[in-house]
């Protein structure tokens, strides 16, 4: 823009900027900063007798404090189990979610319609799809998975309360897989033809030509798709409360699912609002690892 | 001799290349219905009785009075219209509000040459605030001041949240317009506002489309608010399907349907919405 | 030794479309051979051919006397430098040209010693460790061709490689990759969407033409004898003239319009007397008619493009109305301003001759 028509108007544009600013602020910044202001108070909405006072970093201590090695606060368990779950289905997104689309890369007649196929569970309401494999895939007598399992002479187990992280694992990536997949996809549909050409006269082979020339030029695709999937994998909610119910006791309980419970059964705010504060720091710290790594890569190829 | 020979390689190698691209169809389309199994699966037992839905199979007489049944049912009328008022008030705001902070955050003028991109990244970095991080201040909130259980208070908060998102998208599809079009309609006297309305607008027209369906599905699609912020006259769809998790098994072909009526605009809209999907969500960031 | 037979190729795509149709071409051991055509004329498509990026559809291919139509590109021993260079843009100079060794599991110590040299020849030494995005597009095409050159290849194929660059380096690059064809002795498939590239490039020059082989031959052979009317205009800038008329016989001497055929050519021109033909003129047969009689031509000067040794003058006939362009020398030429009238002659020796309906040329070497 030139700096002449700047100077000229001297009025800027905010009035285009401030409603929307007032109203994700009010409903997104201000309630943070409230629960970040929570976490330092005494609140039991469950005992109104006790008075609402300042209680500095006791809670935050309730859930961190390491008494004895061996009797971790359950709050150390919830932690690693998000960790671990979130973590996990962005490493099976990644990995599935890549040679799927290596996979639907190719020119099948009508592979746009297998495509909008595998896009579907990720619009999916997490509910739905949560009652939806619980009752009609992997109930043990009603479900698919149980019926071809004794088909099959096995005796069906229930997945859900005896391997509930990884069943939670399974469906978060059954959701988010979809969104790796088509973001992937459109890296792979972005090199440059000619490339792929070059490997073959350089004489590589599809293992080469998929991992050292493919792969490199979608790493991009593929951190954006981690960095966004974390941050809406991180959140997810509906689908535990309707698989496992975090349970069997607290085994996939996850950070969002804790300060449900802390707030509603537990009716603690001050307590929640440290969990809360704490899932953010969770959320911020694994964003910024990974926005990092893009910003690395990124320099590097300038 | 040769010419003999060379009709015989050409003929097996087609014949390996049909054999490939066959096996290939047929892992791609293997895949992509297992895939969706469950989804597809969901749609057809909509249509089983519910003796019928208790085993697993594909094949069968297939009727309609489930649907029947779970249309005509006034408590789905009640979730239904309570997800439809959300989504449709929470996009018209959403894109309302939305479209002129991306339109001033792309081609605004500011006192300082680097705002617009400051209220970009704060937009951004407020997609990154989980619910559980909001959720507890607006309950106290809500209860104080009766909001608790109305739509309107939901509808605040999804459109708070969502407003980043539109911005988001909308930004990108608004770079791509050339700066001199507005420099141009500017020197023949057109308004700021006229300029967003009659410039950027329709030629971003496909962009915010695709934000705003974006938008809708993932309101329609939000559980977690929606399901503490709200009680029984105003609850949502996902919350309705929440309620059949305790059902071990039973009403499988109810639950199915409901599922599906409550699943497959989501899933029509966002198909619909995919091309943009990557544009707006990633090519900002792929460029770093 | 390397030597490419293409017999008889033909593409038909899925689509039906015939892209190359039955096109014969022997490349010679270390020839320069240029396909030259306008877009989507098939020569790329062709190229793909030999390099196994494009299935044979039907059609022998021979490189060195062996069949290749089925051979995978790697096991074809050719190197091929695109129009977008198609840099790996993950690696650096390094170790894109080192990529296709590496695969071929050549030992790191030779490989080095390759690259370097390659390097060395392509003057990159310095820029070695860089990525691709770090350098220019006349860098970038040096290090596609080295690419190229690491591998050895029987049979280098180049695929439009200078349109990507700017006019003044693509002229030198033009003149490395000659001088590169000397140095290496090596066998050269170049394609071209452009006349001035093939003309200076090539050994030999393909002209092609939806699919189909034009002519075949040496660049001034082409130039001079253009096989039909199509080839006339392609080649040569500016442009050759194209004046349609009648071949009549009068008494004894052959006339095309008011041209008096050469003596030279009357004879294969005989047969077609009374039919439609198309004369073509190139720019520069055109004099300035000193006398009277020497005038073949005459018209108003509609534009004068200068340029500064010779000036180009689009001519409107008197007879025809048809505009021509005339090549002359700008001091002869120098008086004609815009709106004069011109009369010039006509060097009846270099006139080209083609049947009206087919195109044909009449006269042939």
Excluded at chain 2, 68 to 88: A, E, I, R, W
Excluded at chain 2, 254 to 267: E, K, M
Excluded at chain 3, 247 to 258: F, I, K, P, Q, T
Excluded at chain 3, 276 to 293: C, K, L, Q, Y
């Amino acid at each position: 823009m030139p700096d002449g028509l700047q100077f000229r108007h001297k009025k800027s544009d905010y009035p285009f900027l401030l409603p929307a600013v007032i109203i994700v602020a009010v409903m997104t910044q201000v309630p943070f900063l409230m629960t970040l202001i929570f976490s330092f108070i005494r609140w039991n909405l469950s005992r109104p007798d006790m008075a609402r006072v300042f209680y500095g970093l006791r809670n935050y201590t309730y859930f961190l404090r390491i008494r004895s090695l061996s009797e971790l606060h359950q709050f150390y368990g919830v932690f690693f189990q998000t960790v671990v779950i979130t973590l996990m289905t962005l490493l099976f997104c990644s990995i599935l979610g890549f040679l799927l689309a290596i996979l639907f890369d190719h020119q099948v007649p009508g592979v746009n319609i297998a495509r909008t196929l595998i896009l579907g569970p990720f619009f999916v309401m997490s509910t739905a799809s949560g009652v939806i494999w619980k009752t009609t895939i992997l109930n043990t007598t009603f479900g698919w998975y149980g019926v071809i399992a004794k088909a099959l002479g096995m005796t069906p187990v229930d997945l859900i309360s005896y391997y509930p992280k990884a069943t939670v694992i399974a469906l978060f990536t059954w959701q988010w897989l979809p969104f790796f997949f088509l973001v992937i996809l459109a890296g792979l549909q972005g090199i440059d033809k000619d490339l792929v050409d070059c490997a073959r006269i350089d004489g590589a082979n599809w293992w080469q030509t998929t991992f050292k020339i493919k792969l490199p030029l979608i790493v991009n695709h593929l951190q954006v798709a981690i960095m966004l999937g974390l941050v809406f994998v991180i959140k997810e909610f509906g689908l535990i409360l309707t698989t496992t119910a975090g349970g069997p006791g607290t085994r996939s309980y996850t950070l969002p699912y804790y300060v449900y419970m802390e707030i509603f059964s537990a009716s603690n705010v001050g307590r929640a609002g440290a969990l809360a504060t704490m899932t953010v720091l969770l959320t911020l710290v694994l964003v910024n690892l990974i926005y990092r790594s893009i910003q690395r890569r990124n320099a590097q190829y300038r | 001799m040769a010419k003999n020979s060379i009709d015989e390689v050409r003929q097996s190698a087609a014949l390996r290349r049909l054999f490939r691209s066959f096996l290939l169809a047929v892992l791609v389309y293997g895949v992509a219905v297992l895939y969706f199994f469950p989804i597809l699966y969901m749609f057809l037992s909509g249509f089983k009785t519910e003796a019928q839905a208790v085993n697993p199979h594909i094949f069968f007489k297939p009727t309609f009075s489930t649907y029947q049944k779970v249309l005509g049912d006034p408590t789905m009328h009640q979730y239904l219209k309570n997800s439809l008022f959300q989504v449709c008030f929470g996009t018209i705001l959403c894109l309302a509000l939305g479209i002129p902070a991306a339109f001033a955050i792309v081609f605004g003028r500011f006192n300082k040459k680097e705002t617009p991109g400051k209220f970009y990244v704060w937009f951004i970095t407020t997609i990154l605030l989980p619910p559980v991080a909001v959720l507890i201040p607006l309950f106290t909130w809500y209860q104080k001041f009766n909001l608790i259980n109305t739509p309107w208070g939901l509808l605040a908060v999804y459109v708070g949240t969502h407003i980043p998102i539109v911005v988001w998208m909308v930004h990108s599809f608004f770079s791509d317009i050339p700066k001199e079009i507005f420099e141009a309609a500017e020197i023949d006297g057109c308004t700021k506002f006229q300029q967003m309305l009659r410039i950027a607008v329709p030629l971003a027209r496909t962009g915010i489309i695709s934000a705003g369906l974006l938008v809708a599905v993932f309101i329609w699609n939000e559980f977690f608010l929606g399901f503490n912020l709200t009680g029984n006259p105003t609850a949502t769809l996902p919350v309705y399907m929440a309620r059949f998790r305790e059902q071990q098994g039973q009403f499988v072909a109810q639950l199915s349907a409901a599922s599906t009526i409550s699943v497959l605009p989501a899933v029509i809209f966002g198909w619909l919405t995919q091309k943009a999907l990557v544009k707006g969500l990633v090519a900002g960031a792929v460029k770093g | 030794m390397s030597k490419v037979e293409l017999k008889n190729i033909s593409k038909v795509f899925p689509d039906g479309v015939r892209a190359v149709d039955n096109v014969t071409i022997t490349i010679e051991n270390e020839e320069f051979v240029v396909l030259v055509g306008p877009s989507g004329c098939g020569k790329s498509t062709t190229l793909r051919m030999v390099a196994g990026l494009e299935d044979i559809s039907s059609g022998e291919l021979l490189i060195d006397g062996e069949l290749m139509n089925y051979r995978e590109p790697r096991d074809r021993n050719i190197a091929m430098v695109f129009q977008n260079y198609a840099l790996y843009p993950h690696m650096t100079v390094y170790e894109n040209m080192a990529f296709g060794l590496k695969i071929k599991k050549i030992p790191m110590e030779e490989i080095d010693r390759r690259v370097k040299e390659a390097a060395r020849i392509l003057d990159i030494e310095q820029y070695l460790e860089r990525r691709p995005k770090a350098l220019s597009g006349g860098q970038r095409q040096r290090v596609a061709v080295g690419r190229a050159i690491v591998r050895q290849p029987k049979v280098f194929l180049f695929d439009e490689p200078l349109s990507n660059l700017d006019a003044k380096l693509r002229v030198q690059m033009r003149a490395e990759i000659i001088a590169l064809h000397k140095r290496l002795a090596a066998t050269i498939v170049y394609v071209t969407h452009d006349q001035v590239e093939a003309m200076t490039m090539g050994d030999k020059i393909v002209v092609m033409k939806d699919g189909l082989v034009q002519q075949i031959g040496a660049p001034l052979h082409v130039y001079h004898n253009p096989a039909n009317r199509f080839v006339a205009g392609f080649i040569g800038s500016p442009p050759i003239n194209f004046i349609k008329c009648r071949l009549e016989d009068r008494g004894g001497s052959l006339y095309a319009g008011n041209i008096r055929v050469a003596d030279g050519h009357a004879g294969a021109l005989r047969t077609a007397v009374g039919r439609e033909i198309e004369v073509g003129i190139r720019p520069e047969d055109f004099t300035i008619a000193i006398d009277g009689d020497s005038g073949e031509m005459s018209g108003t000067v509609a534009m004068i493009e200068p340029l500064g040794g010779e000036n180009n003058l689009h001519i409107d006939a008197d007879d025809t109305g048809i505009r021509f362009i005339a090549s002359l020398g700008a001091d002869e030429s120098g008086f004609l301003h815009l709106g004069r009238k011109a009369r010039l002659g006509i060097k009846k020796n270099h006139l080209k001759y083609f049947d009206a309906e087919t195109g044909r040329a009449f006269l042939t070497e």
